[in-house]
């Protein structure tokens, strides 16, 4: 049961209960009085799931397409803001409720006795067997978080890593872990937007980045994308994903977590793909892997908690709460996903069988 401690809620969560919702848990303003958030979240969205939209959110959902481009207008410098907003708070943050390897996206659970971390290594080593990578290949990473991803590749597989990211704490921690795992200049990360870059790779990477791009600028980024392969490339993207085909961001989460994000339909990835000529080699759809990342970060942000209102405060915490939880529930319930899709230039720039992933996986373990 939960309960609402302003009469004025009633009218917002009415009018827009996707925005006001979080807004009234972070104010204290709803509260949980008996269950926990968690139970809460899946009533709704599991209610959600199932029950037709009411008459407003019918004519909200039917104006939506028309303020979506103005929602994912993200040119460089509104990138960069964005990026900022979220991957630029307290460096402590975001080790006290991610894995030590600090990967910030889908993990990959084999069995569901997966620790966090194990579950994260599965995830690096599964894009890494789609990638097809030998000794002394250059390999782009776009979106390359602290690093680990790129270290990673450049350990197992002896390649040159280049990364990309538009946060100056990332850019700064992931240099740091190069040097220090030795690496010598087989591994650099740069603060540059992925238009910016110039050259060609032989492997490209992206994960969990592609949410910030935006519908609009598809066209750009796999434009970019197929300029920078190199003859016989490939690339791996990796993003979270919508089965219900367009949409818009919901508005909380617009407002207070990911300006400019979005998570798009493949029916709005796909045609930008096929009109710039790429072969699309394998596609993967992962379901349920990110609702079990999400209550494991939740689970360790709920430990560290106390620490976590001490760098900030207690509405930070609510908010954090709410999105983790939130998330989880959008991945569990609703039409959320995650896919990894494959892409070449060419028609026999990967094996025809998926037989090589497999083998690669089971050699790397």
């Not at 990638?131 to 590749?153: A, C, K, T």
């Not at 709920?302 to 001490?310: G, L, S």
Request: aromatic share 10%; with cysteine; net charge neutral.
């Amino acid at each position: 049961a939960f309960r609402l401690h302003d009469r004025a809620l009633h009218r917002k969560l009415a009018l827009n209960s996707g925005l006001y919702l979080g807004e009234a848990y972070m104010d204290g303003t709803l509260t949980v009085e008996q269950g926990t958030l968690t139970e809460l979240m899946a009533l709704l969205t599991s209610n959600l799931a199932v029950a037709p939209p009411l008459p407003l959110e019918s004519w909200r959902d039917r104006l939506a397409p028309l303020f979506r481009r103005l929602q994912q207008f993200n040119p460089i410098g509104r990138a960069r803001e964005n990026v900022a907003h979220h991957y630029d708070l307290s460096d402590t943050l975001y080790d006290l409720f991610l894995d030590a390897d600090r990967q910030y996206s889908c993990a990959y659970f084999i069995t569901p006795d997966d620790t966090l971390e194990q579950a994260q290594t599965n995830k690096k080593r599964h894009i890494a067997s789609k990638l097809l990578l030998e000794p002394g290949m250059r390999v782009l990473d776009i979106g390359s978080g602290w690093g680990g991803l790129g270290i990673y590749l450049a350990q197992v597989a002896e390649v040159e890593v280049t990364g990309l990211t538009l946060s100056k704490e990332q850019h700064a921690r992931s240099n740091q872990r190069a040097a220090a795992a030795r690496l010598g200049n087989r591994v650099q990360f740069h603060l540059r937007d992925y238009r910016e870059e110039a050259g060609r790779y032989d492997r490209i990477v992206s994960v969990g980045m592609f949410e910030h791009v935006g519908v609009p600028q598809f066209p750009a980024f796999f434009g970019k994308l197929k300029e920078l392969l190199a003859p016989g490339g490939v690339a791996l993207l990796h993003s979270i994903g919508r089965m219900d085909g367009p949409g818009t961001t919901n508005p909380w989460l617009r407002k207070y977590i990911f300006p400019g994000g979005y998570a798009p339909a493949l029916s709005e990835v796909l045609p930008v793909v096929e009109r710039l000529g790429l072969w699309a080699t394998d596609i993967e759809i992962l379901r349920l892997h990110y609702a079990e990342t999400l209550k494991n970060w939740h689970q360790r942000f709920t430990q560290h908690r106390a620490e976590i209102a001490r760098l900030y405060d207690e509405r930070f915490c609510r908010m954090w709460e709410f999105y983790l939880v939130g998330a989880e529930m959008d991945f569990r319930h609703l039409s959320t996903m995650v896919f990894q899709m494959q892409l070449s230039r060419e028609i026999d720039a990967v094996p025809l069988r998926r037989d090589y992933m497999v083998d690669w996986e089971r050699a790397h373990t």
